[in-house]
T-cell receptor, first 107, second 113 residues
Framework: EDQVTQSPEALRLQEGESSSLNCSYT??????LFWYRQDPGKGPEFLFT???AGEEKEKERLKATLTKKESFLHITAPKPEDSATYLC????????FGKGTRLHILP | DAGVTQSPTHLIKTRGQQVTLRCSPK?????VSWYQQALGQGPQFIFQ???????QRGNFPDRFSGHQFPNYSSELNVNALLLGDSALYLC????????????FGPGTRLTVL
């Protein structure tokens, strides 16, 4: 059965303290892996799409990487406005989301 | 460029009632997907519409049905509402390709009393 597991469930960091969020998956025939950011009560905001192992993408303080079994979202020198839930999703035929990592950046 | 729009923003219904939620896709997109997101959970795929047909469906009962119109907008209908149907309902749009990135709307918060 296709599965997506995100860890940790929640993470509290000081402003400027870099860290990584993990998304591990068991999907045969991965067509794409997606990262989204979601603020409370709002729809997910697209961040990155990764298609093959070894691929990396960057946007401001965020960098996403992909291996054959997992993806990492690296956050460098985060700011309080980076506080949100970060969702990972994988696609074979349908899209399956993980439960997300709640990130809180303390000023 | 207008993004994905959904209406209404919030909705309160009672058990047994029926509800219709609406979605307009991002300009240039022809595919609409619907998701249910319970509190503290990731979105769960309900179904996807392309060329006015249901192309894929997740593990949701037949009480959940949908429609896509020629202008690519879409409706989600839920019959015989249960308390457990209370959730944020999200619409996402994309191009016809299966691997195209999906862009989400702001969601409709449904509360069933």
């Amino acid at each position: 059965e296709d599965q997506v597991t995100q860890s940790p469930e929640a993470l509290r960091l000081q402003e400027g303290e870099s860290s990584s969020l993990n998304c591990s998956y068991t999907v045969s025939g991965l067509r794409g892996l997606f990262w989204y950011r979601q603020d409370p009560g709002k729809g997910p905001e697209f961040l990155f799409t990764l298609y093959s192992a070894g691929e990396e993408k960057e946007k401001e303080r965020l960098k996403a990487t992909l291996t054959k079994k997992e993806s990492f979202l690296h956050i460098t020198a985060p700011k309080p406005e980076d506080s949100a839930t970060y969702l990972c999703a994988v696609q074979r035929d349908k899209i399956i989301f993980g439960k997300g990592t709640r990130l809180h950046i303390l000023p | 460029d207008a993004g994905v729009t959904q209406s209404p923003t919030h909705l309160i219904k009672t058990r047994g009632q029926q509800v219709t939620l609406r979605c307009s896709p991002k300009s240039g997109h022809d595919t609409v997907s619907w998701y249910q997101q319970a509190l503290g959970q990731g979105p769960q795929f309900i179904f996807q519409y392309y060329e006015e047909e249901e192309r894929q469906r997740g593990n949701f009962p037949d009480r959940f049905s949908g429609h896509q119109f020629p202008n690519y907008s879409s409706e989600l209908n839920v019959n015989a509402l249960l308390l457990g149907d209370s959730a944020l309902y999200l619409c996402a749009s994309s191009s016809g390709s299966y691997t195209d990135t999906q862009y989400f709307g702001p969601g409709t918060r449904l509360t069933v009393l």
